[in-house]
Each structure stands twice: as structure tokens, then as C-alpha cells.
Nanobody, 124 residues
Framework: VQLVESGGTSVQAGGSLRLSCAVS????????MAWFRQAPGKEREGVAAIQTGDGTTYYADSLKGRFTVSRDSAKNSAYLELNNLEPEDTATYYC???????????????????WGQGTQVTVS
């Protein structure tokens, strides 16, 4: 399974972006697709996740309302829409996929087997 992110770019504060994560290779139903981000000098943190089977979504509390995660099963893709961006959102954004045993574990990096290479988002 390979994950390829795209859509990262430089944007002004208040702007919006849509990140995409294309999944190739064998896919498994009931996967969680998640987005993490890592800002310079900070630890990687979970941003949002979606359960591909039933579409249930999960968000970091601080980001809920500005970010929206979605998936398109027909295209084997997941998306993260970022709105009202702030300079503090500057980070490398990673897509991850895996089977999450418990829903409230969605922010645990070690449950995700597959990772993309990351896409840079810069907000100024």
C-alpha cells in the first residue's frame, strides 16, 4: 500500500487548502485514514481521521470546525480541507492508513501501518 499526499502550498492567513491522499496497492476495508502534521521543532500530532467503512470522522478538539476530513472510496482517496488557516497551521501534513483497534486510538501514530511522504503547508 502506498500513500501519496498532494495539495500543500504556501497560503496567506485566512485562506483555505484541500490536501489529497491517494492510496494505491491492496486496500483493506474498515481502514482508518488519518492526517497528522508536524510543525518545525514540534512533535507530530493527529489532526483528523475518517473510518473508511462508515465514514465516521474524528478531529483534534482544537481544530474541529476549521478542518474537514473526507474520503472517496471510488477514487481510493482521502482529503483534508483546511479553512481559515493560521500561521500556526504551518507544518508538514502526513496521510496515514491503518486498522485502529479502538476508535479513541485514532491519534496514536503506532496504529498506522502506512504513511505518505508528507506535503508542506506554509501559512503567512
Amino acid at each position: 500500500v502506498q500513500l501519496v499526499e498532494s495539495g500543500g502550498t504556501s497560503v496567506q492567513a485566512g485562506g483555505s487548502l484541500r490536501l489529497s491522499c491517494a492510496v494505491s496497492g491492496n486496500t483493506v476495508s474498515e481502514l482508518y485514514m488519518a492526517w497528522f502534521r508536524q510543525a518545525p521543532g514540534k512533535e507530530r500530532e493527529g489532526v483528523a481521521a475518517i473510518q473508511t467503512g462508515d465514514g465516521t470522522t474524528y478531529y483534534a478538539d482544537s481544530l474541529k470546525g476549521r478542518f474537514t476530513v473526507s474520503r472517496d472510496s471510488a477514487k481510493n482517496s482521502a482529503y483534508l480541507e483546511l479553512n481559515n488557516l493560521e500561521p500556526e497551521d504551518t507544518a508538514t501534513y502526513y496521510c496515514a492508513a491503518g486498522i485502529v483497534p479502538k476508535a479513541n486510538w485514532w491519534r496514536r501514530e503506532n496504529v498506522y501501518k502506512y504513511w505518505g511522504q508528507g506535503t508542506q503547508v506554509t501559512v503567512s
